[in-house]
């Protein structure tokens, strides 16, 4: 049995809570599916930063560099230096953000079926600004090798999927000619690698309207990074809002899972908090550690895990925010409770 070591940031304000919730669920998978896991504490965020000087502290820093994997909660108003940095460092180039209609959830598009590939590491993100008299500068860094990677990423996640095996790289190269007809020709050269998959461009203004009238169009969006952060929203809120909206951050050896939504101090300490992305996070980690660790274990406790999230989805046991009475902690036990009587019948 082979045991991993998760590195876990347990954020700030609703961070903890539905940090909790994930803990109970892991602990539910690894009493039905056999999995071996060490919970490694890694603390990050405002507290550290108010305790420490450094929201990123580099004892964290050591523990995640030994971790198979960091599965992290939302941080507060820190959050950019610890989850961009953490990008960095490790090299997470690829921000891998699911959109799909999830049983039982009002949305304005249940049919949607779509993932965002967003470049990770470079574009205005960078940080390259400076000012000048009576303004500011932003340097927009895109490169061809930063382009070709995330290319080929979402071509080989459209090959993997069974939708429509489609690809629509997102920019604006009509205007920035220079940046974007960089990342524009890129896909192009990736597409020629991946000839069973439909390729097609389309500009990012084109694109934000597009995902309101036919969102059930799109199977894979690659875009860069301030695109992808502006489209991705826009996609999670299309299908439930940003509270069912769970997240990949990809390198080639290393991977950071989290939900998209905030620290939400205002409802902090009052069990409302949806603990639905964090969850959803915990599958798409555990997908993961089956796929790179070829461990068919990992991908059947991620499957068993999404297969009762939306039992509960369906069965109306949510939150405040999706309409429903329930406390985090009741809809984790809910969920927990699907996973044992999952196993039970197979």
């Not at 220079?178 to 097609?200: E, I, L, M, Q, T």
Request: with cysteine; glycine share 10%.
């Amino acid at each position: 049995m082979t045991r991993y070591r998760i590195a876990l940031i347990e954020g700030d304000g609703i961070g903890p809570e539905v940090t909790r919730a994930a803990l109970s669920i892991l602990e539910a998978l690894e009493a039905e599916f056999g999995l071996s896991l060490e919970i490694r504490p890694a603390p990050a965020g405002d507290s550290c930063l108010q305790k420490g000087g450094v929201a990123l502290p580099e004892e964290s820093i050591s523990v995640i560099r030994r971790s198979d994997s960091c599965l992290k909660a939302p941080v507060g108003e820190s959050a950019a230096d610890v989850v961009v940095r953490l990008r960095r460092d490790f090299d997470l180039y690829a921000n891998i953000r699911p959109a799909k209609g999830l049983p039982g959830v009002k949305s304005l598009a249940p049919g949607a079926d779509l993932v965002i590939v967003r470049e990770n590491t470079e574009d205005l993100y960078k940080g390259m600004e400076f000012e000048i008299d009576g303004g500011a500068v932003a340097l927009r860094l895109i490169t061809r090798r930063a382009s070709e990677r995330i290319a080929e990423r979402a071509f080989g996640l459209a090959e993997s999927r069974k939708k429509g095996r489609k690809v629509v790289a997102v920019h604006k190269a009509n205007v920035l000619k220079k940046s974007d007809g960089v990342f524009a020709s890129a896909c192009r050269k990736v597409w020629r690698g991946h000839p069973g998959v439909n390729f097609s461009e389309m500009y990012v203004d084109a694109a934000a309207m597009a995902l309101i009238r036919s969102p059930e169009s799109f199977d894979v969006i690659v875009t860069t990074n301030l695109f992808g952060d502006i489209l991705s929203d826009e996609a999670a809120q299309l299908v439930g809002g940003i509270g069912l909206a769970p997240s990949a951050n990809l390198g080639d050896k290393f991977a950071l899972f989290e939900p998209v939504h905030g620290s939400a101090p205002d409802i902090a300490n009052r069990g409302i908090a949806n603990p639905i992305a964090m969850l959803l996070s915990v599958s798409m980690m555990l997908e993961w550690l089956g796929e790179s660790r070829r461990d068919p274990v990992c991908g059947r406790a991620a499957s068993s895990l999404r297969t009762a999230v939306n039992a509960a989805l369906e069965r109306g046991v949510t939150t405040p925010d999706l309409g429903g009475k329930n406390k985090s902690a009741e809809v984790a036990a809910y969920i927990a409770r699907q996973i044992h009587e999952g196993r039970k019948k197979e």
